[in-house]
C-alpha cells in the first residue's frame, strides 16, 4: 500500500520557497516605508519653502514689522532648518534675523547643511530669490537635498527667475 502523503524532500522545498518568497517581501515593505518618509519629509521642506514665499509675496508682519529682507529657509544642520526673517536684508540666515520657526527632521534622514534659500519681498531685475546670498537669474538652483543612509534621496530646486519650486525624487542614487 503507497503512502498518500508528502515526502520530507517536498516539504522542505515548499518552505524554501516560502521563506525565500517571505524574505523579498520583507525588503520591499522596507524600502517603500523608507521611501515614503523620505517623501514626506521632502514635502515638508517643499511646505516650508513654499510657506516663506507667501510670506514674502503677502507681506506678512514678524514682530509687528515686514521684513524688508523676505523670508526663507536655512538648514543649521544635517537634522534641522529654520523658517526665518531676514531682518538685516542681507538675503542670507545669520543672527540678526528672526526665527519663526525651527524644523527638525524625525527619522534618520539628513538635509545639507549650511544651505538656504530667500524669497524676496519685491520683483528685482535679475530674479525673485537668493540661493545662500546670491542671485543666478534665470536657472534652476538646488536649494536642499535630502537623503538617506541606504542610499535614496530627492532634491528641492527653486527657479531662481520665476520662484518655482519643484520637487524631484532621486530614488536610489
Known sequence: MKNKGFSLIELIVSMSIIVLLAGFMIVK?????????????????????KEAQAMAVS????????????????AVN???????ADLNENRVYNSGDTIIKTITLASDNVVSAGVGCTFLPYKLTNGVCYVDGTCGGNT????????????????????LETGRVLLIYLGFE
Do not use: M, P, W
Open 29 to 49: 515593505f522596507t524600502y517603500q516605508s523608507q521611501e515614503k518618509v523620505l517623501k514626506k519629509e521632502t514635502q515638508e521642506i517643499e511646505s516650508n519653502l
Open 59 to 74: 507681506g506678512e508682519k514678524v514682530n509687528g514689522v515686514v521684513s524688508a529682507g523676505g523670508y526663507g529657509i536655512y
Open 78 to 84: 544635517d537634522k534641522e532648518y529654520y523658517l526665518y
Open 140 to 159: 534652476d538652483e538646488i536649494v536642499q537635498s535630502v537623503s538617506s543612509g541606504e542610499g535614496y534621496g530627492s532634491r528641492i530646486v527653486v527657479n
